[in-house]
């Protein structure tokens, strides 16, 4: 039996264009993981954990002013089992230390975690036996954004770094594991799987 090559054509005006790709021909191919944490990379829900001032800058960021909701982060949860990523925003005090490992624990993989400011990532000037230096000696912090308190924009440059992290490989529409085929050599291939094992290292 002949195989047959569905061919995905963009021509739409409301298409939108990616990287170098031309409407009217192209045939995008890549792995499900690539879409995957891409789509995972533009909605994080982030979990409320304000301990101290650094809460309110947390919390400028989803007003009009910055707008975190421009980078698909403005569903703020309030309880973990719907959240994926945990802002520390403040000082960690050794008594609040088990609780925020409970709440990690209870959110659902794949998690991250953002240390905001320099109190949650360093204890700051709260150099005592109250205060958990660091709160990677809790949890396993992904960003860190310095500051006392940092600004809201400061918290939004930290989200977009997580965002990178979590679409690696980053970059252009080449490192994005995409392959542009026009689609008449996708027809007239008669290896096609051979090629497209070759090209995921198999």
């Given amino acids: 039996m002949p195989k047959r090559v569905e061919t995905i054509v963009m021509h739409d005006s409301a298409t939108p264009v990616i990287g170098d790709v031309e409407k009217g021909g192209s045939v995008i191919l890549t792995t499900v993981d690539t879409l995957v944490s891409q789509a995972r990379a533009n909605a994080l829900w982030p979990l409320t954990f ?3 001032c650094c809460a309110i800058e947390m919390m400028a960021t989803v007003a009009s002013r910055f707008d975190l909701a421009r980078f698909g982060s403005e569903a703020f949860r309030a309880t973990p089992r719907q959240a994926d990523v945990m802002i520390i925003a403040g000082r960690l005090s050794k008594k609040m230390a088990p609780v925020l490992r409970q709440i990690y624990d209870q959110m659902p993989e794949p998690k991250w975690v953002i240390s905001m400011g320099a109190c949650a990532s360093s204890g700051g000037v709260y150099n005592n036996y109250a205060i958990v230096q660091g709160a990677d000696q809790v949890v396993p912090v992904d960003v860190y954004v310095p ?9 939004i440059y930290g989200v977009m770094k997580l965002q990178q992290k979590i679409k690696r490989p980053k970059g252009s529409f080449r490192e994005l594991g995409l392959t542009e085929m026009k689609p008449r050599t996708l027809e007239d291939d008669a290896n096609m799987e051979d090629r497209l094992a070759r090209k995921a290292g198999k």
């Fill in 50 to 52: 304000g301990l101290a």
């Fill in 147 to 155: 500051g006392c308190p940092p600004s809201p924009d400061a918290l």
